[in-house]
Nanobody, 119 residues
């Protein structure tokens, strides 16, 4: 199973970005999907999670600004980031709990995409 993240970049404060992460491989189903971020010198932290039914969970620091969503048919999770702040600058990683066609369950990470918020 492979997770491919995209959509990062450089944006001015107050701007928006949309991250995408597509899972591929021998996938039967995907349980939770989510986004984490890691800023220089800091630990990786949860940004948002979404389960298969669409229930969402957000870090307090992004509530009201970020929206997580998923397309189960495409095995893809999205993160719409609005009103971006310099403190949102980090490498963003997607993750997914995947049930393979063999019915084994694995926790998978994407490669990370850089988000830089700066004027």
């Amino acid at each position: 199973v492979r997770l491919q993240a995209s959509g990062g970049g450089l944006v001015q404060p107050g701007g928006s970005l949309r991250l995408s992460c597509a899972a591929s491989g021998s996938i039967f189903s995907i349980n939770n999907m989510g986004w984490y971020r890691q800023a220089p010198g800091k630990q990786r932290e949860l940004v948002a999670q979404i389960d298969r039914g669409g229930y969402t969970n957000y870090a307090d620091s992004v509530k009201g600004r970020f929206t997580i969503s998923r397309d189960n048919a495409r095995n893809t999770v999205y993160l719409q980031m609005n009103s971006l702040k310099p403190e949102d600058t980090a490498v963003y990683y997607c993750d997914a709990e995947v049930i393979a066609t063999s019915r084994s369950i694995t926790h998978n990470w994407g490669q990370g995409t850089q988000v830089t918020v700066s004027s």
